[in-house]
């Protein structure tokens, strides 16, 4: 025989695990931009501390290597640490102008170093690359395989680092066709955050070659990333991150703090469409 007490007790058990059930799975996407991509840190940090934790990331180029950093497990200041020995020499080093002017070893000794597994399987979340093919013209993710490939592949940004082979096909940066790659995650995730460093801002004062070309180049971006902002829940724009190059990564600090502070005006509208749903 249950008694009325005993059975409010089951019925409070019974809502509870329904609820668990029925958590939201949330996902997050991560636009490349370079150094200022360093502002994902920031927004990272920013929902950790509000008890925002995404389920499954995606991204490109430099998106695509702090989610790989994010979903390997790295806290924020094993990655602040990481960002403290980044230096844009390091990255580029001035070689042969074949399809490229340098290759990206020092970032795949990196990625290497820091998840050792070297695989998406290793990683504590599911996690999307994207990248773009040179040989059949469209976009392509990789979520299984060996992971340091994926990311230089997705961070080649054309001119400046040399393609990339895997499997016999050419891949350069993941930005040049699918900046925001929300299509990744959109079908497996109730609620996504697309984030973008790359807002079409308007600029002056863009006169030398490689101003321009990197003005074209973030020109791009924000133009394929504009029809992606729609499919997304929540959109967190780092405007300011515009101010720095694609190479400034001395303002990895300044970038952070960036990310963090535009994310905090969000966290309101974040965890109100990421809640827990209490209908049975």
């Known amino acids: 025989m249950i008694t009325h007490q005993q059975d409010s007790w089951f019925q409070n058990i019974t809502t509870v695990f329904r609820q668990r059930k029925k958590k939201k799975k949330l996902g997050i996407v991560l636009s490349g931009g370079g150094a200022r991509g ?50 844009s020499y390091k990255i580029i080093r001035v070689g042969l102008p074949l399809g490229g002017i340098t290759d990206l070893t020092y970032l795949k000794n990196m990625v290497k170093q820091n998840i050792p597994q070297d695989t998406f399987e290793s990683l504590e979340k599911p996690l999307y690359v994207c990248v773009s093919n ?42 040049v066709l699918n900046n925001l790659p929300v299509e990744a995650i959109r079908d497996i995730c109730d609620v996504v955050i697309g984030v973008s460093v790359n807002p079409n801002t308007a600029a002056s004062n863009v006169s030398s070659m490689w101003g321009i070309g990197e003005r074209v180049f973030d020109m791009h971006m924000a133009e394929n990333v504009k029809s992606r902002l729609g499919q997304c829940d929540v959109v967190i724009e780092v405007p300011n991150a515009l101010q720095y190059g694609l190479f400034d990564f001395k303002m990895g600090n300044l970038l952070v703090d960036f990310g963090y502070n535009d994310t905090l005006g969000k966290i309101p509208e974040i965890i109100e469409k990421a809640k827990i749903s209490t209908s049975v």
Not at 66 to 84: Q, T, V
Not at 134 to 162: D, H, Q, R, V, W
């Open 134 to 175: 040179l040989n059949t013209g469209n976009y392509e993710f990789f979520n299984g395989g060996k992971l340091s490939s994926a990311i230089i592949a997705s961070a080649a940004i054309p001119l400046i680092f040399k393609p990339v082979k895997i499997n016999d096909q050419s891949y350069i940066d993941g930005g």
């Open 38 to 87: 360093l502002a994902h840190v920031g927004v990272l940090r920013a929902l950790e501390e509000h008890g925002i934790f995404p389920d499954v990331v995606a991204g490109s180029s430099m998106g695509a290597i702090i989610g790989a950093l994010y979903a390997s497990g790295k806290n924020f200041e094993e990655m602040m640490d990481l960002i403290g020995q980044v230096r």
